[in-house]
């Protein structure tokens, strides 16, 4: 099965609220995090990423967090925006390769 | 877009025929690969390469061959194409300085019927 994987396959958001997605990993070995954004019809795209050895990075309007402990991530997307509808995977790093989740669709509603 | 370019971006072929899928990427990485995302699956990895003429395979590689004969294409090949390998064909490479993040191509449909 797959190492890591999102709490929830779908999120519905209102326009201006923020959106907390989650994810959780298994693989203690893990040395990096990265969230992608996925639109339809096109490739994932890099939205942020995290070291193992740092519990919270802000981009714009990003925040990814990081929990060792319960080997959790989350990210949180301020005001959230029509565009931001997409689906998001988590995927962790060990070694050379990515393992992926199978990713929340994020919905914004008008 | 990270200079990646897949071909074809969509194509329909026949149980048992052969395909090969065309990643170009422009910025000189060495680290490509390719991975398939099905819906319930996610992305899953099929080949990767570190290197021209140095693969190595993936979670999913049964029924795929790889090849890098020069730094900016890695070509994945369906030798004798099934169903079961309907899906959409992500290249990525591996990006610099950090060497940590995988970026990606916008992918490759693929449906064999």
């Known amino acids: 099965g797959e190492s890591v994987g999102l709490h929830l396959p779908t999120l519905s958001v209102q326009e201006g609220d923020n959106s907390i997605i989650n994810c959780a990993y298994s693989?203690?070995?893990?040395?990096?995090f990265i969230w992608y954004k996925q639109e339809s019809g096109k490739g994932p795209q890099f939205i942020i990423d995290?070291?193992?050895?740092?519990d919270k990075r802000q981009g714009q309007r990003v925040t990814v967090l990081l929990n060792k402990t319960v080997k959790h991530l989350s990210l949180q997307i301020a005001a959230t925006q029509p565009g931001d509808s997409a689906v998001y995977f988590c995927a962790e790093k060990a070694d050379y390769k990515l393992s992926f989740g199978a990713g929340t669709t994020v919905t914004v509603r008008a | 877009d990270a200079g990646i370019t897949q071909s074809p971006r969509h194509k329909v072929t026949e149980t048992g025929t052969p395909v090969t899928l065309r990643c170009h990427q422009t910025e000189n990485h060495r680290y490509m690969y390719w991975y398939r995302q099905d819906p319930g699956h996610g992305l899953r990895l099929i080949h990767y390469?570190?290197?021209?003429?140095?693969?190595d395979k993936g979670e999913v590689s049964d029924g795929y061959s790889v090849s890098r004969s020069k730094t900016e294409d890695f070509l994945l090949t369906l030798e004798s194409a099934t169903s079961s390998q309907t899906s959409v064909y992500f290249c990525?490479?591996?990006?610099?300085?950090?060497?940590?993040?995988?970026?990606f191509g916008e992918g490759s449909w693929l449906t064999v019927v």
């Open positions: 390469s570190y290197g021209v003429k140095d693969t």
């Open positions: 995290i070291r193992s050895n740092m």
């Open positions: 990525a490479i591996r990006g610099e300085p950090s060497g940590n993040t995988i970026y």
């Open positions: 693989n203690s070995a893990s040395d990096y």
